[in-house]
């Protein structure tokens, strides 16, 4: 199963956010598990890379980045998604939409997002990592 993962749930783990980072770590792990490939976008990295660098420095946020790197794949988010994004009249915020095209671009099934309503648009299925956890990896 291919599923995209939202940038505040890398940075919830990268950051040890609490209380949050309980189920977002768990949910991370799964990258380990052969059922399933998690994805994100390089737009989501950009996003980590500023969270992380604003807490930790320059340094470790690119140590971060490159540790996660070696476990989620990176969809593409380019000129297509962009075109499809802007053009959703369903979608209020133009980087969700981006992310959300970018998830359908790799096959993915679900969205996994601490914000659930930024993607109300979303074709996609969108859970939190707990209940991705719980109807999926249990």
Not at 5 to 20: F, H, R
Not at 127 to 133: H, M
């Amino acid at each position: 199963m291919n599923v995209f993962v939202d940038a505040n749930v890398i940075i919830a783990v990268l950051n040890k956010e609490y209380p949050a980072y309980e189920c977002a770590s768990r949910f991370l792990s799964l990258a380990q598990d052969r059922r399933f490939t998690l994805f994100t976008s390089s737009l989501s990295l950009a996003i980590c890379w500023f969270f992380v660098a604003k807490k930790h420095g320059k340094s470790v946020a690119k140590t971060k980045i490159a540790l996660l790197l070696k476990h989620v794949c990176i969809t593409e988010c380019g000129e297509a998604e962009a075109l499809q994004a802007i053009a959703d009249k369903k979608a209020p915020d133009f980087e969700d939409a981006i992310q959300v095209y970018s998830a359908m671009r790799a096959a993915c099934s679900h969205v996994v997002t601490h914000n659930l309503s930024d993607f109300h648009f979303s074709t996609l299925n969108v859970l939190d990592p707990r209940d991705f956890l719980v109807q999926h990896a249990m």
